[in-house]
């Protein structure tokens, strides 16, 4: 079985701060993705990574796939709160056919 | 195409009943995915299809829930015998092969009472 640990559950934070989510496992990923999602909406994808030590920037956010590709982190830059919202990571197994698992999520509330 | 729609967006039931859900998902997409979720949580894996055959069926899912994706088109979910413990949302989702992203549908909010 393949699991997701993401880290923190929650986070809540000023307009203007900087934050790191975390999404580890102990299972090679071909590819890991990131989403958010509001309430009562379904999750959008924000990103793919497929690479080993790949970095993508979307705006204020930066995505890191780890060396590995055991883990990965997203960074977001002043934050704003239209940046409140579940943030998922989610990875397909070790191949690119495999089935798409998802981490707990992290919570996250910026405040104005 | 505007993307993956789920019908119907909200479902009450009483209990014992069967309930089913319908996805059309991205046309072009061979992948179909089902996840349950709930408040708070990262989507629990279901089951997924490409084209038609279904690949694979979470383990942790009772013989009351079953999907189909006939001709590899929209899909089915159906719950038999509704629980309390089936209150949930129900997220529906397509890909590509190779993978390169999940694109969902708003969900199925699944009420028991």
């Known amino acids: 079985t393949q699991l997701l640990e993401q880290s923190p559950q929650f986070l809540s934070i000023q307009e203007g701060e900087n934050l790191t989510v975390y999404c580890n496992s102990s299972s090679v990923f071909s590819s890991l993705q990131w989403y958010r999602q509001e309430p009562g909406e379904g999750p959008v994808l924000l990103v793919t990574?497929?690479?080993?030590?790949e970095v993508k920037k979307l705006k204020r956010l930066t995505f890191q796939f780890g060396d590995a590709r055991k883990d990965s982190s997203l960074h977001i830059t002043a934050a704003q709160p239209g940046d409140t919202g579940l943030y998922l990571c989610a990875g397909v197994g070790g191949t690119s056919y495999g089935k798409l698992t998802f981490g707990q999520g992290t919570i996250l509330t910026v405040h104005p | 195409d505007t993307g993956v729609s789920q019908d119907p967006r909200h479902k009450i039931t009483k209990r014992g009943q069967n309930v089913t859900f319908r996805c059309d998902p991205i046309s072009e997409h061979n992948r179909l995915y089902w996840y349950r979720q709930t408040l708070g949580q990262g989507p629990e894996f279901l089951t997924y299809f490409q084209n038609e055959a279904q690949l694979e069926k979470s383990r942790l899912l009772s013989d009351r829930f079953s999907a189909e994706r006939p001709k590899g088109s929209f899909s089915t979910l159906e719950i038999q015998r509704t629980e309390q413990g089936d209150s949930a949302m129900y997220l529906c989702?397509?890909?590509?092969?190779?993978?390169?992203?999940?694109?969902f549908g708003q969900g199925t909010r699944l009420t028991v009472v």
């Open positions: 989702a397509s890909s590509l092969v190779p993978f390169s992203g999940a694109f």
């Open positions: 990574v497929v690479t080993g030590g």
